[in-house]
């Protein structure tokens, strides 16, 4: 069983340009992702952190999956910009708050095991959810190594 260190921490606005679809699975947040970055590489936009996916359904469905992405680029890279796959990225903020953040390191297939360590610390410790959940994909593939990932949990303390 791999360590886990939970954090709670203040995170700022997170800018950029993006877009929100439902997909089909796990593949489809890839190509969600590729095409969105092959959409700014046309306009020679390089992106300046890591990209940040929200998952916006009430409960995770494999099948049917709402995710916003958004790729954070320098101010002068303005929308709406087309991509490959016939998306159009436009302007797009992810709040900024108090967030329960905990870093995956390893396959996707195995993520549900962080987001556990998350549920159960946040119910041990007093907070509650209120927010959609955030993953910020610290490595992308081809990248050699493991993917890392950084799930944020957005927060308040219970009464």
């Not at 606005?13 to 046309?42: F, H, Q, T």
């Not at 999956?65 to 991509?83: F, L, R, S």
């Not at 996707?108 to 927010?131: H, K, P, T």
Request: hydrophobic share 40%; net charge negative; glycine share 12%.
């Amino acid at each position: 069983m791999p360590e886990y260190q939970v954090v709670v921490k203040r995170v700022p606005d997170i800018r950029g340009l993006g877009v929100r679809e439902k997909v089909a699975g796990p593949a489809g947040i890839g190509d969600l992702i590729s095409d969105g970055c092959a959409g700014l590489s046309k306009v020679g936009a390089m992106i300046t952190e890591a990209p940040v996916a929200v998952y916006h359904d009430p409960e995770f469905c494999p099948e049917s999956i709402d995710v916003e992405m958004v790729y954070p680029v320098p101010a002068w890279v303005k929308g709406p910009v087309a991509t490959p796959g016939g998306r159009s990225l436009e302007t797009r903020t992810v709040p900024g708050g108090e967030v329960v953040a905990i870093v995956h390191a390893g396959p996707y297939a195995a993520i549900g095991e962080s987001y556990q360590v998350l549920a159960d610390w946040i119910g041990e410790y007093g907070y509650r959810v209120n927010g959609p959940p955030r993953e910020l994909y610290l490595s992308l593939l081809p990248d050699s190594g493991p993917p890392v990932t950084e799930i944020r949990l957005p927060v308040e303390k219970n009464g």
